[in-house]
């Protein structure tokens, strides 16, 4: 059984079945050492492992957002940045259900982050999605948006190759990669970190107008309800205006009344005494 079998076994299961691996292998001393070097897997791994054995295209597109989002970043296109961004975080949280599905039990929140983290470290460095494409992670991997990915000890050496010729092939390659890509890598960190600042940015706009738009209907309501208290206003006004004057033409009738009561009664007492 070779690392690529090993490294889809449960972690649990890893160290009996590399152990047999080893017994297996003893007439070749270089496949025996290199068997024997071989880390347990974490969880995390285990299952971005399986993910790379069971659903290679489903990782491939999501791996190959990465280039995509680096040429987007150098042309300044925003809105293809928007548009890779949002494809970029809904085609994580969907491979991280996959993981999770191929896992067959329960899965923390904990690893569930160490996948995701593993995932977006592919997509932001190139090195650690060539560790991720090679299905022998042994640890999780993590980018901090600035610099390379840490990749030191995260991917099993294959017993069918020296770990020291390996590494040296590894070397090179991250000596010819390094200047081309560290630029695209930090942009790439840049960028998503400008993508969920331009997200919280819309999600507060959209908030704002809301409110705004609220405001507005309610101040429409007052002005409506201000224009039929003044309407109503006017109206108690032009009645008390009527009132007024009724009251006081009734006060001058009274007033004309006791004054013709007043002669009337002064009439008679003159008769009366005469």
């Keep these: 059984m070779g690392p690529e079998q090993l490294y889809l076994l449960p972690p649990e299961e890893f160290t ?18 290199a068997l024997k070097a071989l880390r347990k897997p974490s969880v995390a791994a285990w299952l971005v492992n399986r993910l790379v054995a069971e659903q290679p295209a489903l990782v491939a597109q999501l791996l190959d957002l990465g280039p995509a989002l680096a040429a987007a970043q150098a042309d300044g296109d ?53 560790a991720v494409r090679s299905g022998r992670l042994v640890r999780a991997l993590s980018y901090a948006g600035f610099g390379g990915v840490d990749l030191d000890g995260a991917v099993a050496v294959s017993p069918a190759r020296p770990a020291r010729a390996r590494r040296k092939d590894e070397d090179g390659r991250a000596q010819r990669i390094a200047v081309a890509e560290a630029e695209a890598l ?89």
């Excluded at 009996?16 to 050492?33: G, I, L």
């Excluded at 006017?234 to 009561?261: G, I, M, N, P, W």
């Design 16 to 33: 009996a079945a590399r152990d047999a691996a080893t017994t297996a292998a003893r007439p070749d001393a270089d496949a025996v050492r």
């Design 186 to 274: 930090e942009a790439a960190g840049r960028l998503d970190d400008a993508v969920r600042l331009c997200e919280r940015a819309q999600r507060d706009q959209t908030a704002a107008q809301g409110a705004a738009d609220q405001a507005r209907a309610q101040v429409e309501l007052l002005r409506a309800q201000l224009s039929e208290a003044e309407a109503a206003a006017a109206q108690a006004d032009s009645r008390r205006r009527k009132a007024d004057k009724a009251a006081d033409a009734a006060v001058e009738t009274v007033r004309r009344r006791q004054d013709a009561e007043e002669r009337a009664r002064a009439g008679l007492d003159r008769l009366r005494r005469g």
């Design 78 to 130: 925003g809105d293809e940045l928007r548009a890779l961004g949002g494809q970029r975080r809904a085609l994580v949280d969907a491979v991280v259900a996959t993981a999770v599905d191929l896992a067959d039990r329960p899965v923390s929140a904990a690893v569930r982050d160490e996948v995701a983290a593993t995932l977006e470290a592919g997509l932001s460095d190139a090195g650690a999605a060539d």
